[in-house]
């Protein structure tokens, strides 16, 4: 999949929901922090393990931050979609996790 298409499924998925968009961003808030402490940790001169274990949790959060807002995508595609667009849509999803991994 080209980059262009990745970032026209981007566009297509609809975090902007109430239900959505709060959960979504306390995550991103939290992932922020963690990238924060990562950063003075470097400064300060951590120790390298320490610091790849911090790397990896804020790599995990935003693998389920991923996950959250693809199933927020599914889960729109299913209730206001026909079938046909509903599938289009879920195969793209697929090729965007797939070149994400």
Same mark, same amino acid.
């Given at each position: 999949?080209?980059?262009?298409?990745? $970032?026209?499924?981007?566009?297509? *998925? $609809? %975090?902007?929901?109430?239900?959505?968009?709060?959960?979504?961003?306390?995550?991103?808030?939290?992932?922020?922090?963690?990238?924060?402490? %990562?950063?003075? @940790?470097?400064?300060?001169?951590?120790?390298?393990? !320490?610091?790849?274990?911090?790397? @990896? !949790?804020?790599?995990?959060? *935003?693998?389920?931050?991923?996950?959250?807002?693809?199933?927020?995508? *599914?889960?729109?595609?299913? $209730?206001?979609?026909?079938?046909?667009?509903?599938?289009?849509? %879920? %195969?793209?999803?697929?090729? *965007?996790?797939?070149?994400?991994?």
């Amino acid at each position: 999949m080209e980059p262009a298409a990745i $970032d026209k499924s981007l566009d297509e *998925l $609809d %975090v902007t929901d109430a239900q959505n968009i709060g959960p979504i961003l306390d995550r991103l808030k939290r992932i922020e922090g963690q990238v924060r402490g %990562v950063q003075k @940790m470097i400064v300060a001169g951590a120790d390298c393990e !320490a610091i790849l274990t911090q790397v @990896m !949790a804020a790599r995990a959060a *935003l693998e389920r931050t991923a996950a959250q807002i693809v199933m927020a995508n *599914l889960e729109k595609c299913f $209730d206001a979609q026909s079938p046909a667009e509903a599938r289009r849509k %879920v %195969v793209r999803t697929v090729q *965007l996790l797939s070149r994400s991994t």
